[in-house]
């Protein structure tokens, strides 16, 4: 017991220079002893998920990075070897590399900006609008293989509703959304702006948090609307564009499922669209790792792409600091 | 001259609610034109499809493509599958994750700001940064082509953002509650089993519902671990289904529309508590 006391003693927050007997008073008691306990048995099963697949499987990913492993026989260690050949030595990565930014810059950004616009439009006081709220959101619940196998045929060469509007209503030929290396990732972004209704509704919050007395303040100080919404709007939820901006760069990041289900379909076993026009990182990293069972090569993709998103939150919160407005800071 | 006033201000409220409700109404069909396609297609005849006008409405609806495409394609027992994992992976996560979400909210215990910090780093982990030693993991364990990946790890915790968003609930709650049934004797598990869990409905309903659609749509953790097509989950099964060379677009839609209905119905049933936890992941971020 002893042993112990001494040991969660230096993880205690305590004030400056406790002593030591006023710290050991605190876990002494008893009470406080049981209670200490009772809180590690509460979080025992998360604390052993923890350890098993999420750090465990973290550091193993590192270890494998620089090995070669084909899953069945052990590891080969390799040094730097695979981080040299993905960065030096593979026209591939830099392919996945090339068409994953394509799709985050084009789906992210509209996305943000679509995303906000349709939460202002929701946030009308006008009769019906808990309608509409349902029906822009709903898109966002599909399941991403139904919504998938829905646009496969909606943006399909010659039998989608979108072609065939376009020849039908503009005498326009629509391009081969799915077949053309130059169409396929628009029609991915296509597919996922149907589904900003997620990053809308963490809008609608925010813009619903805005207190009233503000906008009535303005109103009475003569400010028009778009005045309003740039002075008070903008600056109030900048907070919540920014976590909708983190969030979608480092889903679309992650973009797999819809090149999967489409390769499947359309190109057969570990093709990534058109000529590789879909060829994206992580589905880069399935390829190397389940197709080719390059599962060293695989882990150094992944460590990449790892230490690639956390450079990119870590700017982005650089950067939010000149423009995000947190209530806080006036305080401050 | 008020009166002017008034009528120039009502003419305006009228132009403003008219521009409001168009704006609604085109972003509307937008947004519903796919989901309308989807059904209505899932119940056309071969007649129907590729033609123009395009049929919205079609007559009569032949809903044997359902049963054509769900005895084609195996669906009953990819529903039951995907039905087991989903059920038992969810339980899982309400459990271990209200569990650990008391132990941070309510309980005081050296190391807790620690281990908190470490939970909320854990947030920002991109998933993918573990997909490869997991799968050796559960490869070495024995556990592919069992439902055992899909559904154990769920009672580990249950997920860093359940916990999170629960212990943000939990420590909404008065704390002279808890405070008055440790007067009273009450053991910290009974506690948590008899005046935490009843309060924390809500919460809790949003974590169902979160738990319920991230295993009925995962797709990539299925496509790693399972192989028998008499293990499928729905969403590999649809996959399956598509690359199956005699499948008609309506029967694929038929599917679609039939793994997307439970989600659906889910979502207008506890709507409210949907919304909500959306809101409470994106405001306290």
């Known amino acids: ?30 009470v406080r002893r049981n209670e200490a306990l009772d809180g590690y048995i509460f979080i025992l099963p998360w604390l052993l998920g923890l350890l098993i697949f999420v750090l465990g499987p973290f550091v193993a990913g590192l270890y494998y990075s620089f090995t070669e492993y084909d899953g069945l ?30 799709y985050v810059g084009a789906s992210v950004l509209p996305g943000v900006v679509f995303g906000l616009l349709l939460a202002l439009l929701l946030n009308q006081k006008v009769r019906g609008i808990t309608i509409f709220r349902t029906l822009f ?112 760069i480092i889903g679309s990041f992650q973009i797999f499922t819809p090149v999967f289900l489409l390769g499947g379909s359309n190109y057969g076993q570990a093709a990534a669209g058109p000529m590789d026009s879909l060829l994206f990182w992580v589905v880069y990293i399935y390829n190397q790792g389940f197709f080719y069972f390059r599962m060293g090569y695989a882990s150094a993709l992944s460590w990449l792409l790892f230490v690639i998103l956390m450079l990119l939150t870590l700017i982005q919160f650089r950067l939010a600091r000149r423009w995000v407005y947190y209530e806080d800071d006036v305080t401050r | 001259m008020s009166s002017t006033v008034n009528a120039e201000n009502l003419v305006r409220k009228i132009i403003w609610q008219v521009a409001i409700y168009s704006l609604l109404v085109i972003m509307a069909l937008v947004f519903a034109t796919p989901l309308i396609w989807l059904i209505s297609t899932s119940l056309k005849d071969d007649s129907q499809m590729a033609v123009w006008p395009p049929v919205w409405i079609p007559v009569p609806l032949r809903w044997d493509n359902f049963w054509t495409a769900w005895t084609a394609g195996d669906f009953g027992l990819y529903f039951l599958n995907t039905s087991i994992i989903t059920i038992l992976a969810t339980i899982g996560q309400l459990l271990t994750a209200s569990m650990a979400a008391f132990g941070f909210a309510r309980l005081r215990f050296p190391g807790r700001e620690f281990f908190f910090g470490i939970l909320l780093a854990t947030l920002m982990l991109p998933s993918v940064v573990t997909l490869i030693p997991t799968f050796v993991l559960f490869k070495n364990l024995g556990w592919l082509d069992t439902f055992k990946p899909l559904i154990i790890p769920a009672y580990f915790g249950g997920g860093a953002f359940f916990i999170f968003l629960l212990r943000q609930f939990f420590r909404t709650l008065p704390p002279e509650i808890f405070e008055q049934a440790t007067i009273d004797g009450a053991s ?27 295993h009925w749509n995962d797709f990539l953790e299925p496509l790693i671990y399972i192989n028998s097509p008499e293990k499928f989950t729905l969403t590999l099964g649809l996959r399956r289904f598509m690359t ?35 809101v409470m992941s994106g405001l306290k971020g």
Do not use: C
């Open chain 1, 1 to 30: 017991m002893n042993t112990t006391d001494k040991n969660t003693l230096k993880l205690l927050p305590t004030g400056p220079v406790p002593s030591n007997r006023r710290a050991r008073n605190i876990w002494s008691s008893r």
């Open chain 1, 73 to 102: 026989t052990p590891p080969q260690w390799v040094g730097l070897q695979n981080y040299q050949r993905v960065l030096f030595d593979d026209p591939q990565f830099w392919l996945a590399v090339y068409n994953t930014v394509w």
């Open chain 1, 137 to 248: 959101y709903m898109p966002s619940i599909v399941p991403a293989v139904a919504s998938v196998a829905l646009f496969i045929y909606i943006l399909h060469d010659r039998f989608g509703l979108l072609n065939e509007t376009l020849f039908q209503v503009f005498k326009v030929i629509g391009p081969n959304w799915l077949t053309s290396p130059n169409w396929s990732k628009p029609a991915l972004v296509l597919w996922s702006l149907w589904g900003i209704g997620s990053g809308m509704i963490i809008y609608l919050a925010g813009l619903q948090g805005v207190p009233e007395v503000l906008y009535e303040a303005a109103a009475l100080d003569g400010a028009g609307s778009l005045r309003r919404f740039w002075s008070i709007t903008l600056p109030m939820i900048s907070p919540t564009i920014f976590f909708v901006l983190i969030l979608g």
């Open chain 2, 188 to 214: 910290n598990y009974r506690i948590y089993l008899q005046i935490l869990l009843p309060l924390a409905k809500p919460a809790l309903s949003t974590v169902a519902i979160f738990g319920f659609m991230q």
């Open chain 2, 244 to 278: 199956l060379t005699d499948v008609r677009f309506q029967e694929m839609m038929a599917m679609a529309l039939l793994m997307t209905l439970p989600v659906i119905l889910v979502f207008f049933f506890f709507q409210q508590y949907f919304i909500q936890g959306v």
